[in-house]
Every structure is written in C-alpha cells, then in structure tokens.
C-alpha cells in the first residue's frame, strides 16, 4: 500500500512510518515540523519513503494512487498544546476534514489518531467506547479534547455521507524512545529528571492514575486496526492501571537516580482516573498488549541515555 501519514515526524508518527516500512509499505509523511522532527525519520530514508513538510490546514494533494490516509498531525502533549491552542482546534477540525476529502478523493481508507482524552475525566472506570465522556468544553484542556471529540464527529460523517472507509484509534497514555526531552508528559519529564538528578515533580498528591502502554505495542495495534473493517472507535492502551506516584518512584529505581519526589499543584482539568476497557480490540483485533510497562521503560530510559548522555546522579 502507499500509505500518507500526517505527523509522521512527531514520537508516534515516526514509530508508525518505520512499523509500516518493516510491512513492505510505501510510506509518504507530512509534517509542518511543529512539534515533530524531521530527525525522526533520518533512519527511514530510502526509496519507499518520502517527506513533505507541509501543514495540512491547507489543501491538500498527493500526486498518483493512494490507499491509506493515517491523520496523526497534531500537538499531543499538554505542554504543546497549551502552547499551541488555535493550531491543535484548526488542525482537528479544518486539517481532519482536509485530510478526510483528500481520502475521498483517491478512495483511500482513513484512520484518525484520536485519544483517550475524549473522555475528559471519566465519571466511568474503566472507560469503554460507549462512554460519552466528561469534558470541560472551555476549560485549557479543552482545545485538545474537543479538537479530538470533533474530529471524530467530522470522521462519521465523512464515512456515513460519503462512505469513505474510516477507522477511529482511542489512543491511551504511551511512552518509548523519541519523546522530546521537553514535552512535558510525565515518562519523559521524570526520566530527564531522573537522569540529572533533579527533583521529580508530581502534580497533585501523585495518586491520579494512567495507563501506560510501550508504543510498540500500540502500532500494532492501529495496523490491526487498518486492516479491520471497524469503523466506530477502538480504544488501544495497555489496561494495567498504576498511579502517577508509582511511576515516579520506578523511574527513579530503574535509573538509579536518587532524585526525591515533590509535589505541585494539580493542573485544571486534570484527571483523576484513566483506563482502558479494550475487551473491543481483543475481540475485534484479536490484539492486546505484549511489553510490560517495567520492560518498556527499561527501553526508554537506554535510548534517552543514548540520545541525552547519562548523567544520572549515583
């Protein structure tokens, strides 16, 4: 297949285009390189891989046959997109729709990267895809959630109205090599801290919980999921909940930091509790997660030490 994916620079677009390529794939990226990095794909150059830096908030055009349309472009992390509020709502709504006409234009299957967010701070435990969600539409987190809420609205629509072949990916918390150092979730800021021998700041008392998934796992998720014939939403994350605190304290322990935790003041909105129900994805996708989190993080901290330096605190 060849395959366009938006945000293919970005920590989940780039792990996606090098899954995709390992399937014998013809991979075409776009990516305004506002949060990504066009770093990323250095080790993906070749003659089935191609790079367009673009933003698809403008009209978009693929010269020859296309087949699959993965919409990842957007900031994901919270720190980008409090830092970027207008482009993550243009981007999930005018960028989607681009991408979504674009799909049908070439008869193109579409698959849209949304997100757990979608269900704010679920009054549900754990959250299903039936769940309609808890979301403050105006408060800072709101730009992402209902920039996501949106697009998938705008992905129905575009599959009931024009019968493009959709899919809808609920993204749960994931984590491996190529987060930026500085994006702000909570792996990747406690490892830097870790390493440096900083102090590990946890928002609130540390005891909201995340599920975290090792992103291997989770494209090969969203690869079952492009081959399914599923187009209402999926949720892919790995069901083994822990609190934020915890996390910490393992990354501390895999690391050998001894960095002490200390605790700020909760963000608005944050949520108190996240898990994924993905009883859909084992019976619809036959797939389920493989690395456990302990593992994963094992990977994660050799690449930022790699890519970083180790300058872990002994």
């Known amino acids: 297949m060849h395959v366009l994916i938006t945000g293919g620079a970005g920590f989940l677009g780039s792990h996606l285009c090098e899954y995709l390529l390992g399937k014998g794939h013809r991979i075409t990226v776009m990516d305004n390189l506002l949060t990504g990095s066009a770093s990323n794909l250095v080790h993906l150059?070749?003659?089935?891989?191609?790079?367009?830096?673009?933003?698809?908030?403008?009209?978009?055009?693929?010269?020859?046959?296309?087949?699959?349309?993965?919409?990842?472009?957007?900031?994901?992390?919270?720190?980008?997109?409090?830092?970027?509020?207008?482009?993550?709502?243009?981007?999930?709504?005018?960028?989607?729709?681009?991408?979504?006409?674009?799909?049908?234009?070439?008869?193109?299957?579409?698959?849209?990267?949304?997100?757990?967010?979608?269900?704010?701070?679920?009054?549900?435990?754990?959250q299903t895809e039936d769940y309609w969600g808890n979301v403050n539409p105006i408060g800072i987190r709101g730009v992402y959630d209902e920039a996501k809420r949106y697009a998938e609205a705008m992905t129905m629509a575009y599959h009931r109205y024009h019968q493009v072949d959709t899919r809808i990916v609920r993204i749960f918390?994931?984590?491996?090599?190529?987060?930026?150092?500085?994006?702000?979730?909570?792996?990747?800021?406690?490892?830097?801290?870790?390493?440096?021998?900083?102090?590990?700041?946890?928002?609130?008392?540390?005891?909201?919980?995340?599920?975290?998934?090792?992103?291997?796992?989770?494209?090969?998720?969203?690869?079952?999921?492009?081959?399914?014939?599923?187009?209402?939403?999926?949720?892919?994350?790995?069901?083994?909940?822990?609190?934020?605190?915890?996390?910490?304290?393992?990354?501390?322990?895999?690391?050998?930091?001894?960095?002490?935790?200390?605790?700020?003041?909760?963000?608005?909105?944050d949520p108190q509790i996240r898990q994924p129900n993905i009883d859909k994805a084992a019976r619809v996708l036959g797939w389920k997660p493989e690395v456990p989190v302990r593992d994963g993080l094992v990977k994660t901290i050799e690449w930022f030490m790699e890519a970083h330096g180790d300058t872990t605190a002994s």
């Open 45 to 126: 150059q070749g003659p089935d891989f191609a790079f367009i830096q673009y933003d698809v908030r403008n009209y978009l055009h693929i010269e020859g046959d296309l087949d699959f349309v993965l919409h990842f472009a957007s900031p994901a992390s919270p720190f980008d997109y409090l830092k970027y509020p207008i482009e993550t709502l243009t981007v999930g709504s005018q960028g989607t729709q681009n991408a979504l006409g674009l799909a049908k234009a070439k008869d193109a299957g579409f698959l849209i990267a949304s997100t757990s967010e979608v269900y704010g701070d679920p009054a549900t435990h754990p």
């Open 173 to 269: 918390n994931t984590f491996g090599p190529r987060m930026r150092k500085n994006d702000g979730r909570a792996v990747p800021t406690f490892i830097n801290q870790a390493m440096a021998g900083e102090d590990i700041t946890v928002f609130g008392d540390g005891s909201q919980t995340r599920s975290f998934g090792y992103v291997s796992d989770l494209v090969a998720g969203i690869y079952a999921l492009m081959l399914s014939d599923e187009h209402e939403p999926v949720n892919i994350g790995n069901p083994e909940e822990m609190t934020v605190k915890e996390m910490a304290e393992l990354i501390v322990q895999l690391t050998g930091s001894k960095s002490r935790l200390i605790f700020q003041d909760l963000p608005e909105d």
